[in-house]
């Protein structure tokens, strides 16, 4: 496993600037013909906050019995549901990413884990902004510049290598079944809403529950993020949800590379 983990870094550091310029093709890609360009990766995800925001604040009022002098509620939701959008995007579309560019595989013979480097990477592009928009809610809502914000960029590289990991396992399985494909797809909407991207995990007063929540990776950077710019807390502090992930990044990993090892011959000839 370690050989094949050795030639993944290399080929991923070989192929960095082919990597970077697919990246940003991607993005251009998906923008082009709109006139408002960029703007939409940003417009759509406003529209779900604003929706959710709505439903559960001004129409359910969850957030109205927060402690006086609590951040608004706005922010806290913001706060889960920015990063949930890039953790959306790599349980749908990078999953399946071999089928989205089956000519690097079949023509250019591009490595099988720089494509999945280049979604994650065009995805994570689009976090950037919606992390700007973010800094720019919480600024708003007067929170100042103070010491937990350092933990963002390693919440976000954590983010990056564990989800780029998953596309990585998952595209390669999904590339020898489309049944693979479908059941995370399915998987999604029940990932959202058990996960506490729009509730608190630490609310649930079941013990095992919360325990089993925290072994949960989408919680883990949903309650971590939320940490950061919330609750003013470091993510290393909640020791189980840090277990969690570390026992979901180390399995994650081994898998990624058995089924790398078993299929990287094969996904061309599938393909």
Same mark, same amino acid.
């Given at each position: 496993?370690?050989?094949?983990?050795?030639?993944?870094?290399?080929?991923?550091?070989?192929?960095?600037?082919?990597?970077?310029?697919?990246?940003?093709?991607?993005?251009?890609?998906?923008?082009?013909?709109?006139?408002?360009?960029?703007?939409?990766? *940003?417009?759509? +995800?406003?529209?779900?906050?604003?929706? @959710?925001? !709505?439903?559960?604040? =001004?129409? &359910?009022?969850?957030?109205?019995?927060?402690?006086?002098?609590?951040?608004?509620?706005?922010?806290?939701?913001?706060?889960?549901?920015?990063?949930?959008?890039?953790?959306?995007?790599?349980?749908?579309?990078?999953?399946?990413?071999?089928?989205?560019?089956?000519?690097?595989?079949?023509?250019?013979?591009?490595?099988?884990?720089?494509?999945?480097?280049?979604?994650?990477?065009?995805?994570?592009?689009?976090?950037?902004?919606?992390?700007?928009?973010?800094?720019?809610?919480?600024?708003?809502?007067?929170?100042?510049?103070?010491?937990?914000? *350092?933990?963002? +960029?390693?919440?976000?590289?954590?983010? @990056?290598? !564990?989800?780029?990991? =998953?596309? &990585?396992?998952?595209?390669?399985?999904?590339?020898?079944?489309?049944?693979?494909?479908?059941?995370?797809?399915?998987?999604?909407?029940?990932?959202?809403?058990?996960?506490?991207?729009?509730?608190?995990?630490?609310?649930?007063?079941?013990?095992?529950?919360?325990?089993?929540?925290?072994?949960?990776?989408?919680?883990?950077?949903?309650?971590?993020?939320?940490?950061?710019?919330?609750?003013?807390?470091?993510?290393?502090?909640?020791?189980?949800?840090?277990?969690?992930?570390?026992?979901?990044?180390?399995?994650?990993?081994?898998?990624?590379? *058995?089924?790398?090892?078993?299929?990287?011959?094969?996904?061309?000839?599938?393909?």
């Amino acid at each position: 496993m370690l050989s094949t983990l050795t030639t993944i870094l290399r080929d991923n550091w070989e192929w960095r600037k082919q990597i970077g310029r697919l990246a940003i093709f991607e993005l251009v890609k998906k923008s082009r013909g709109a006139v408002l360009s960029w703007a939409w990766f *940003l417009i759509k +995800p406003a529209m779900y906050v604003f929706c @959710f925001w !709505f439903a559960l604040d =001004v129409g &359910l009022r969850v957030g109205s019995g927060g402690a006086e002098g609590a951040p608004p509620y706005i922010l806290w939701l913001c706060a889960g549901l920015i990063p949930w959008f890039f953790m959306q995007d790599m349980l749908g579309a990078g999953i399946d990413v071999l089928h989205r560019y089956p000519y690097l595989v079949n023509k250019i013979k591009f490595p099988l884990s720089g494509i999945s480097t280049i979604f994650t990477s065009a995805t994570m592009l689009v976090q950037f902004m919606l992390m700007a928009a973010l800094l720019a809610i919480y600024f708003a809502c007067g929170m100042p510049l103070d010491i937990y914000l *350092l933990q963002v +960029p390693i919440l976000l590289l954590m983010m @990056f290598v !564990f989800w780029d990991i =998953v596309s &990585l396992l998952f595209s390669q399985l999904s590339a020898m079944s489309k049944d693979v494909a479908n059941l995370m797809h399915a998987m999604s909407t029940p990932f959202f809403w058990l996960s506490g991207v729009i509730f608190d995990v630490n609310s649930i007063h079941i013990g095992w529950i919360q325990t089993i929540l925290h072994l949960n990776p989408i919680t883990f950077f949903v309650s971590a993020f939320r940490g950061a710019f919330y609750d003013k807390t470091w993510f290393w502090d909640n020791s189980v949800a840090c277990a969690g992930f570390a026992i979901a990044f180390v399995v994650t990993l081994v898998l990624a590379l *058995l089924v790398y090892k078993k299929l990287n011959k094969e996904v061309a000839d599938v393909l």
